[in-house]
């Protein structure tokens, strides 16, 4: 089976639409944005969005979430868990966090993203307004402590490979948009917090 060859960069040529951003986003009534979760397995990400989304839906917004898991069981089932498709997964996750806010939506990101550097690009993505990263933190050792999906109790085992916080590092964000310690705040609150963000955009 012949491989398939790489379309060259030098034969692509964008085509500019007529509908733009703008007015996608005025018959929404709403400003686009990407709200991009990061934290440890087990930080409350995952649940924090889910609430957020709904609150956001209860004012009449448009949004779509992107969780990690749920991308991995479609878009990205091809990739495993070392440094190389890590970079790939969420190369691919900023992509289309960048449509779906073109498209005028609020896309809820929910990932891991370990990496600063990976994080980076996905800022680079967007407009300074567009775009909140949002560090959702906990202790490992309370993240291991909850270990909702018991997968901290497979990696310290050795079961799981590349598992971030046990063998795989975790870069936090230096100066995120918002900085939530589901430890110390309830995930209500967080989310009031992030609303109140989000409404300063």
């Given amino acids: 089976m012949k491989s398939r060859a790489r379309v060259s960069e030098d034969n692509l040529f964008p085509h500019v639409l007529p509908v733009t951003q703008v007015g996608r986003a005025a018959i929404k009534h709403q400003q686009p944005a990407c709200v991009w979760l990061t934290g440890l397995s087990g930080s409350g990400k995952s649940t924090i969005a889910g609430l957020l989304e709904l609150q956001l839906l209860g004012q009449g917004r448009h949004t779509y979430s992107l969780d990690g898991d749920n991308v991995r069981c479609g878009l990205n089932r091809d990739l495993g868990f070392t440094d190389a498709d890590r970079v790939e997964n969420i190369r691919r996750v900023a992509e289309v966090a960048r449509l779906m806010v073109d498209a005028g939506l609020i896309a809820i990101v929910s990932f891991i ?6 994080r980076a690009f996905a800022r680079s993505l967007f407009m300074p307004e567009e775009f909140m990263e949002v560090f959702v933190d906990a202790p490992i ?8 999906k018991g997968l901290y109790a497979k990696a310290i085992k050795g079961q799981i490979p590349n598992f971030t916080g046990i063998d795989s590092v975790y870069e936090a964000p230096e100066v995120p948009e918002v900085h939530l310690r589901t430890s110390e705040e309830s995930t209500r609150q967080c989310v009031e917090r992030l609303l109140v963000a989000l409404a300063k955009m």
């Fill in 113 to 118: 993203s370990p990496f600063r550097t990976e």
């Fill in 141 to 148: 050792a309370e993240c291991i402590r909850r270990d909702p």
